[in-house]
């Protein structure tokens, strides 16, 4: 509810602008009404705009917050499963034991594909990067499901978001798979959704009997979980985006996945070990961490657009992270070398006065390294674990009025000019 007013005056006429309170966090001004003024407003990357209202996740940048549904993030990832978590992002409760058990044996019901979708794989090359094949698969499902889909029925809204998130997994696993020209590894539905994962990327026909490790199958649940959703960052939005258009969900999706590839977004934690890579030793930390202070190269995995202090999921990850270190008594050199970045960042003032802390994308590349996933699926994972959010955004969009999405610009190019003959161009 719009519960005062703020005054605008543009070339001497005034424009009372409704400012609108949420549950939480600061107050928008609804500028819609700017259009009568002739003026539209200008905001680069979107950094003050609010073009949507939602009720799933809160951030607060200044405090560290992080909720999901009302939920701390901490909470949620150190007591919940990634699945109750997304049953939360796509209902707006927890779910209760009735609602759990329902829930996760219709996530089981749908981890299968459809076998031709195989076919699909073998256009690729052997050495695409994944996550160019699941622009590919997941766009693909939309061939699979698109007669009759009605995101106005709930029921239909239901079965996308199901269909999604228990397919992610398997086709992520087999994008994995085929560019290490291994065989498929079909679902197994008596694992949790963390190990079927496991078991689809590191079980093999000839060892069939693959059981995930204890503390790396808490390790990748906490990580989906860590990762399920964000608010309206690059991805989400362009989910959304493409939503409004009315255009299919799993096309919406495979939208979404080629955002979060940017190494600006979910290609971060992929960057913080080519990172580690050219800094190469422990005894060249040092340097490069003034080479960091003198801004001659950039720090990747520390630090956020939205957090101003420590990242909330960070907190949980670096308590995993030394878990999974600690248990698999792992000797890597990268791993030292990420250690030994870690302790610089959080004891020299140049990154503590500007919080640049360690964020969630720096501590799940040194768990997934050391699990043995390689750099190429971390962001896939990720786009995995952000399904769940994607879809619960997208279809609360659906299940009210909605508009199609449409920004304006601030335009800078030619003005109107006439059409010159090429014969009479110079």
């Given at each position: 509810?719009?519960?005062?007013?703020?005054?605008?005056?543009?070339?001497?006429?005034?424009?009372?602008?409704?400012?609108?309170?949420?549950?939480?966090?600061?107050?928008?001004?609804?500028?819609?009404?700017?259009?009568?003024?002739?003026?539209?407003?200008?905001?680069?990357?979107?950094?003050?705009?609010?073009?949507?209202?939602?009720?799933?996740?809160?951030?607060?940048?200044?405090?560290?917050?992080?909720?999901?549904?009302?939920?701390?993030?901490?909470?949620?990832?150190?007591?919940?499963?990634?699945?109750?978590?997304?049953?939360?992002?796509?209902?707006?409760?927890?779910?209760?034991?009735?609602?759990?058990?329902?829930?996760?044996?219709?996530?089981?019901?749908?981890?299968?594909?459809?076998?031709?979708?195989?076919?699909?794989?073998?256009?690729?090359?052997?050495?695409?990067?994944?996550m160019a094949i699941m622009v590919g698969v997941v766009g693909a499902l939309s061939a699979f499901y698109h007669d009759n889909l009605d995101l106005s029925n709930e029921e239909h809204r239901e079965i996308t978001a199901i269909r999604l998130i228990a397919k992610m997994p398997t086709l992520a696993a087999m994008s994995y798979k085929y560019s290490q020209g291994e065989p498929f590894m079909y679902p197994r539905n008596d694992f949790s959704y963390a190990e079927n994962f496991l078991y689809m990327m590191f079980a093999t026909p000839a060892d069939v009997d693959y059981e995930p490790n204890d503390v790396v199958t808490r390790a990748m649940d906490k990580i989906f979980t860590l990762h399920a959703d964000h608010e309206q960052n690059a991805s989400t939005s362009t989910v959304r985006l493409a939503g409004s258009t009315g255009a299919n969900?799993?096309?919406?999706?495979?939208?979404?996945?080629?955002?979060?590839?940017?190494?600006?977004?979910?290609?971060?934690?992929?960057?913080?070990?080519?990172?580690?890579?050219?800094?190469?030793?422990?005894?060249?930390?040092?340097?490069?961490?003034?080479?960091?202070?003198?801004?001659?190269?950039?720090?990747?995995?520390?630090?956020?657009?939205?957090?101003?202090?420590?990242?909330?999921?960070?907190?949980?990850?670096?308590?995993?992270?030394?878990?999974?270190?600690?248990?698999?008594?792992?000797?890597?050199?990268?791993?030292?070398?990420?250690?030994?970045?870690?302790?610089?960042?959080?004891?020299?003032?140049?990154?503590?006065?500007?919080?640049?802390?360690?964020?969630?994308?720096?501590?799940?590349?040194?768990?997934?390294?050391?699990?043995?996933?390689?750099?190429?699926?971390?962001?896939?994972?990720?786009?995995?674990?952000?399904?769940?959010?994607?879809?619960?955004?997208?279809?609360?969009?659906?299940?009210?009025?909605?508009?199609?999405?449409?920004?304006?610009?601030?335009?800078?190019?030619?003005?109107?000019?006439?059409?010159?003959?090429?014969?009479?161009?110079?």
């Open positions: 509810m719009a519960d005062t007013n703020a005054k605008l005056t543009v070339n001497g006429e005034e424009y009372e602008l409704p400012i609108i309170e949420g549950t939480l966090g600061r107050p928008v001004i609804d500028v819609a009404a700017l259009q009568e003024s002739g003026f539209w407003s200008y905001d680069p990357g979107f950094k003050v705009t609010a073009p949507v209202e939602s009720k799933i996740t809160y951030i607060d940048g200044g405090k560290g917050e992080l909720l999901h549904r009302g939920y701390p993030i901490d909470e949620l990832a150190n007591h919940a499963e990634y699945l109750e978590v997304a049953y939360a992002l796509l209902n707006g409760e927890l779910p209760n034991a009735e609602q759990k058990a329902d829930f996760f044996e219709k996530i089981r019901e749908h981890t299968a594909v459809h076998d031709q979708l195989r076919k699909f794989f073998e256009g690729f090359r052997r050495d695409a990067h994944p969900p799993y096309a919406c999706i495979a939208a979404g996945i080629a955002a979060l590839w940017g190494p600006s977004h979910g290609g971060a934690n992929e960057a913080v070990l080519e990172m580690l890579d050219e800094i190469g030793t422990v005894e060249n930390v040092p340097a490069f961490m003034e080479k960091v202070k003198s801004r001659e190269v950039k720090l990747m995995g520390f630090g956020h657009r939205v957090y101003k202090n420590f990242d909330p999921r960070a907190k949980v990850m670096k308590e995993t992270c030394d878990e999974v270190l600690e248990a698999l008594g792992v000797n890597d050199p990268k791993l030292e070398l990420a250690m030994a970045l870690e302790k610089i960042a959080l004891e020299d003032p140049f990154f503590i006065e500007r919080n640049l802390y360690p964020n969630v994308d720096f501590y799940s590349g040194i768990i997934l390294k050391a699990i043995g996933i390689p750099t190429s699926m971390f962001t896939v994972i990720f786009a995995l674990a952000r399904t769940s959010g994607w879809i619960s955004h997208l279809l609360e969009m659906h299940s009210a009025p909605y508009k199609i999405g449409r920004p304006r610009q601030l335009y800078t190019g030619e003005t109107r000019r006439d059409f010159v003959k090429v014969e009479d161009r110079k």
